[in-house]
């Protein structure tokens, strides 16, 4: 009896994640892989976070691989793939935790598939996960304590909240949220980067872990919904909350229970939730993006093409027939024909590198809210880009950063390569090694149009700061700043222009007439998602909204020129 409830206590604790693997390769040593999903859904996009505990009770060294590809529910077509790799000594035990990155989801629906291979010297083995959402459904992921005795009702409120709009094959099976257990969090943001909302109490906050806590609120910051429901009265600064959340927001509402605890849950996520993100991936980025339309379109060049064909007939035809082999000597079309289709192949490679080139060129517009207050000094970046490429060398390559990192379906075009529809398809490989991302796989391809978001967090010292001189402020960012306005305590517009590095700038005060549009223009040149988080943060008396062009993006393949990065900068004017 006694190992029953012993039992009973384990399986409680280790509820809220799902085992992937476990694979026994000595009973006798209890040599084992355990492969541990730390929330029981996958999300529709980002990274699903996994922990690997390695035990080798051996007496020699053993090496471990876990493989891993997401696809969309039913599309193996559009995939993403990642491999890690465990050392473990003998007599030794490894536990670490990893962002498996996954594949985009399809545009009409959000349902997706994640597989885990294990192989090595400690044995074999498989399993996968899935999770369906509709596309207009939030991601959520919601604590053990508000998921097991909720689920059930949640997922009848989501799918009779869903009746109106969704069209999806697998209405009645959707699931509100996925769960997961505060004292067995990541440390890692990356983690949460999929999600709409994440749910749970006050208590379950206070047995988060510190790292764990501090990914959530970079979540946050760079525009997740916290919902943190209140049962002990507790205050938010008590439980160190902070009162900003960026681009992102914190509600506290009280826990009541009830008959309508599922359905004001849901209405008050689908409120608060403008557009889900990898909805926003699909929709945003079609004829109506900005950026595309600042690229411009595509000077076609045909003419070249179709005078080199019409040559290339008549030399392999009649001029190859009556002139090179004239009868009698027809052998020679074994020669001649080769090499005149040779010469017309290398001249069409020719006229295609000289009219495209090789790289490409693109456009990228950048959204960052600098946090330089409370030593968090970060910076919570999203960045949207489109690019036409010519011809690329290689399609792998490295980003410096840890992120979030997406295809987004853009207009069809005879040169678009990730379009809407059910044609969607390619391999989106991200590699996480050493602190960075390579990708490899279908991102960039040669004489093609490729639109991608990225979101980062990224260390910083850059900030706008005080003097001891009423009416100027000081900038310590590495790059000249174009414009800045700043609102202050009485919500009174002031405004900046031709900001050095270093040195101090005046300010003068403007009327809002002069500011509004000004701020409203560069929030339309966004995508409608960033659109909306610089909406919801440009009117922050004491924080600053800056432009400037010369602001350093993130950089993905090395080939793409950027012809231009504008970037909006927002945040806290704070003291030196």
């Given at each position: ?8 206590a ?15 390769f000595?009973?006798v040593?209890d ?7 730390l929330f ?15 035990a ?53 629906d959000?349902g997706?598939?994640?597989t885990?291979?294990?192989?090595g ?16 459904q939030?991601a ?19 799918n ?14 959707v699931?509100f949220?996925?769960k ?12 949460f980067?999929?999600?709409?909302s ?13 790292g ?7 979540w946050v ?34 826990m009541v ?16 939730t ?5 909805a926003?991936?699909?929709?945003d ?30 030399l ?12 009698g000597q ?5 020669i ?9 192949s ?12 090789f790289?490409?060129?693109?456009v990228?517009?950048?959204?960052m ?22 011809v ?7 980003l ?7 295809p ?9 390569r ?6 969607q ?6 590699q ?5 991302l390579?990708?490899?796989g279908d ?11 990225l979101?980062?967090?990224?260390p ?9 001189t009423p ?12 414009s ?5 305590a ?20 403007v ?10 223009a ?17 009117n ?7 432009i400037?062009t010369?602001?350093p993006?993130?950089d993905?393949h090395?080939?793409?020129?950027w012809?231009e990065?504008?970037?909006v900068i ?5 003291a030196p």
């Amino acid at each position: 009896m006694l190992r029953f409830f012993l039992f009973l206590a384990l399986a409680l604790q280790v509820s809220a994640q799902e085992t992937m693997i476990r694979e026994v390769f000595d009973p006798v040593t209890d040599t084992h892989v355990e492969v541990l999903a730390l929330f029981t859904k996958p999300s529709p996009g980002g990274y699903f976070p996994v922990r690997v505990k390695i035990a080798n009770n051996l007496k020699r060294d053993s090496d471990v691989r876990l493989d891993f590809e997401s696809s969309p529910t039913y599309n193996e077509e559009l995939r993403a793939g990642s491999t890690f790799d465990f050392a473990v000594p003998a007599g030794k035990a490894v536990t670490r935790d990893i962002m498996v990155p996954l594949s985009p989801t399809r545009d009409y629906d959000s349902g997706i598939m994640i597989t885990a291979k294990l192989s090595g010297s400690l044995g074999r083995a498989s399993n996968s996960i899935r999770a369906d959402k509709e596309k207009s459904q939030p991601a959520v992921l919601l604590s053990e304590a508000l998921f097991t005795p909720n689920a059930s009702t949640l997922d009848s409120e989501m799918n009779t909240a869903l009746g109106g709009s969704s069209s999806g094959s697998s209405r009645g099976s959707v699931e509100f949220a996925a769960k997961f257990d505060p004292k067995q969090l990541p440390d890692d943001w990356l983690a949460f980067s999929g999600y709409d909302s994440v749910i749970l109490t006050d208590a379950d906050w206070s047995n988060i872990p510190p790292g764990a806590r501090n990914a959530l609120l970079s979540w946050v910051r760079l525009g997740g919904q916290l919902m943190v429901y209140s049962s002990d009265g507790a205050s938010s600064s008590s439980l160190g909350l902070p009162s900003e959340a960026g681009f992102g927001s914190i509600s506290r509402p009280a826990m009541v229970t009830g008959s309508t605890f599922a359905a004001d849950m849901v209405k008050a996520v689908i409120a608060n939730t403008n557009k889900p993100q990898h909805a926003s991936q699909h929709n945003d980025y079609q004829a109506a993006w900005p950026l595309r339309k600042v690229f411009g379109g595509q000077t076609s060049h045909y003419t070249f093409f179709v005078i080199i064909m019409i040559c290339f007939g008549i030399l392999v035809g009649p001029v190859n027939l009556f002139v090179f082999a004239k009868s009698g000597q027809r052998h020679r079309l074994f020669i001649t024909t080769p090499i005149i289709s040779l010469a017309a192949s290398l001249l069409l490679i020719g006229l295609i590198i000289l009219l495209d080139g090789f790289g490409g060129n693109g456009v990228r517009r950048v959204l960052m809210e600098v946090r330089p207050d409370g030593d968090v000094n970060a910076a919570y970046v999203h960045q949207e880009q489109f690019a036409r490429t010519g011809v690329l060398t290689g399609a792998e390559f490295t980003l410096d950063t840890p992120s979030f990192f997406q295809p987004v379906s853009i207009e069809e075009t005879r040169l678009a390569r990730f379009t809407s529809g059910s044609g969607q398809k390619g391999a989106f490989n991200l590699q996480p090694a050493d602190g960075k991302l390579i990708a490899s796989g279908d991102w960039f391809q040669s004489r093609s149009e490729h639109g991608q978001i990225l979101s980062s967090v990224v260390p910083t010292r850059g900030r706008i700061e005080t003097t001891d001189t009423p009416g100027t402020l000081l900038s310590t960012f590495d790059y000249p700043i174009d414009s800045l306005y700043f609102l202050d305590a009485s919500q009174q517009w002031h405004r900046a222009e031709g900001i050095t590095a270093g040195k101090r700038f005046t300010l003068s005060p403007v009327d809002p007439s002069m500011v509004l549009p000004a701020l409203t223009a560069e929030a339309n040149a966004f995508s409608y998602r960033n659109n909306q988080l610089l909406e919801t943060a440009k009117n922050r008396p004491g924080h600053f909204v800056a432009i400037t062009t010369h602001a350093p993006g993130i950089d993905t393949h090395r080939g793409i020129r950027w012809k231009e990065t504008r970037t909006v900068i927002t945040g806290p004017v704070v003291a030196p």
